[in-house]
Structures are given as structure tokens and as C-alpha cells.
């Protein structure tokens, strides 16, 4: 029996255990989630880049702590699929515990590993948005 009990049988099941977690602020079932190895990563949004599994459980058990709990919904879903890997690119829009608004989208990059205990998280890069006019292309 692998040393974590969740199994996550495709990388979209993994994605929805990612994503109840972080809105219970379920600090075990957010790290289920991720993979075992040392070569993980996560960026916050405004925030360095944290690796390792004790860095990244450090980034969500700061967050949990002090964040007021979310309601989360995703929309412009991408996704780029390979027998091993997976990325997903979505827009997070994030409501704070009793706000009735959602904060600005967030962009978030995910990517999950085919490992031998089933598809596991190894990156979440989230970036906020920028709020009006869209950047100009440099040519």
C-alpha cells in the first residue's frame, strides 16, 4: 500500500481533489495531492516560487492559517495532454469567505505526473490577472 492512501485514477480527479482542498483549507488532502518526489513546485500568486514538499506545505499551511476560506470557480479551461503529464491552464475566480463578489481571476498553470501511485500534482504556478486594458504585444 502506497505511504498515501488517495489514488487519483486521472489527472482531472486529482485536479478536483486539489481544488476541494484548497477551498476546506485541508492542508492533508491538499498534500495528498501532490506528488511524493522532491522535484515539486508551487508560485502563489505575488509569491516566490516554493519547492520541494516542505517548502510547498509550508506556502498552503501559511494560506490556510490566514486566508479566509474560498468558493472557487474555474472557467477557460485549457489543457495539453500526453500519456505521463498533463497541463491544465485555467481562470480561478475566487470569492472570500462572505464576500457576495469574486476577486479578479486568477491564472493558474497546473501539471500532473503519471507516477506508480496514480496522476499526481508537480507544479501550481497562479499569476493574478491584469484588470483592464490587455498588454501590448511587443513585435
Known amino acids: 500500500m502506497p505511504a498515501n492512501k488517495h489514488v487519483f485514477s486521472s489527472p482531472e480527479a486529482a485536479e478536483e481533489a486539489f481544488y476541494r482542498a484548497l477551498q476546506k483549507g485541508d492542508l492533508a488532502l ?8 522532491e522535484n515539486i ?4 500568486p505575488g509569491g516566490q516560487r516554493l519547492e520541494g514538499r516542505a517548502a510547498v506545505r509550508q506556502g498552503w499551511e501559511l494560506i490556510f492559517a490566514h486566508a479566509a476560506r474560498m ?3 474555474l472557467s477557460d479551461e485549457s489543457r495539453y495532454d500526453d500519456q505521463n503529464l498533463t497541463v491544465h ?12 463578489q469574486h ?5 493558474a498553470t497546473n501539471v500532473y505526473h503519471l507516477t506508480d501511485n496514480g496522476w499526481r500534482m508537480v507544479m501550481h504556478h497562479a499569476s493574478p490577472t491584469r484588470v483592464g486594458k490587455p498588454p501590448e504585444i511587443l513585435h
Do not use: F, K, T
Open 71 to 73: 468558493a472557487i470557480h
Open 41 to 44: 513546485s508551487c508560485v502563489h
Open 103 to 107: 476577486q479578479p481571476p486568477v491564472i
Open 89 to 100: 491552464v485555467v481562470h480561478e475566480h475566487i470569492r472570500l469567505g462572505q464576500e457576495s
Open 30 to 37: 491538499m498534500m495528498s495531492v501532490w506528488d511524493e518526489d
